[in-house]
């Protein structure tokens, strides 16, 4: 190699080199600003559901769930997967909706939060949101608030989650909401072969509860090859919601567990 090319091939390295350092530091400075952002949230005796659709809908915050074991009943512990919103494209945020408990759910939830905040940094409201939920603790990862059990930790969702993904997918601005599901299901083999593995029941569930709601992406969805977990956090950050894993009760007289993503 002649000195003119080594030199283009260390100045290359270099640009690359910081590239990913102003990379790297411009994601952790959006971390950073996401744990110090000023929020506010006024809720007494309510359930897991309404706390995180009013942060969700009204403080633009994302959220991971790993549900712990003691918590394996489905319905106790279930963000909303979707930021809704209406036809013309607006993020619903009216109190009296943001409080309602779908009727078609009849559910007495054992779990009850207070959360009384005004203008007060995000990492303080989380730290008291999980504090609440008894056996978890919280990590910002890719811009997404990540709940994950500290007691009664499922050995075999840590391994679902750290499952590596070998093919992406991309969902373009326009496709319907529903099209998230099947494109999971179809472009990852890693997530069935590991249910069947495990002998578990699997359900990728995407849930619309919300007929006035707008139905599509409003913009471009790309997921590369990575970790589950990471794929997850990839998809809600740009998506909004949450994303949530469980094992609960099966119906499937062969499989007595199910393995459920609510994405």
């Not at 319905?75 to 919103?85: A, G, I, T, V």
Request: glycine share 4%; with cysteine.
């Amino acid at each position: 190699m002649n000195e003119r090319m080594f030199r283009a091939a260390v100045a290359t390295s270099w640009a690359f080199c910081l590239f990913c350092v102003l990379a790297l530091h411009g994601f952790a400075q959006t971390n950073s600003e996401i744990l110090k952002r000023k929020i506010s949230i006024d809720v007494e005796n309510e359930s897991f559901e309404v706390v995180v659709r009013r942060l969700i809908q009204k403080e633009d915050l994302a959220f991971g769930l790993e549900v712990s074991s003691f918590d394996a009943d489905r319905m106790e512990f279930f963000p909303y997967p979707f930021m809704l919103k209406d036809a013309s494209n607006n993020t619903i945020v009216d109190d009296e909706w943001l409080g309602y408990h779908f009727p078609e759910r009849p559910y007495k939830f054992i779990n009850r939060f207070t959360l009384k905040f005004r203008n007060t940094e995000v990492q303080t409201v989380i730290d008291e949101l999980v504090k609440q939920m008894k056996n978890y603790d919280w990590e910002l990862a890719d811009g997404v608030i990540n709940i994950v059990p500290v007691k009664g930790r499922d050995k075999r969702l840590s391994e679902f989650l750290d499952l590596q993904i070998g093919k992406g997918f991309s969902l373009q601005a326009g496709d319907p909401k529903t099209e998230l599901e099947p494109a999971i299901m179809l472009n990852m083999p890693e997530v069935i072969q590991f249910a069947k593995s495990k002998r578990l029941s699997i359900l990728c569930s995407f849930v619309e509860e919300c007929p006035k709601c707008s139905n599509v992406f409003d913009e471009d969805l790309e997921v590369q090859p990575m970790r589950l977990r990471d794929m997850l956090n990839r998809i809600t950050r740009q998506k909004r919601g949450a994303w949530r894993v469980i094992i609960s009760e099966s119906r499937n007289p062969n499989s007595p567990e199910l393995l459920e993503l609510d994405i």
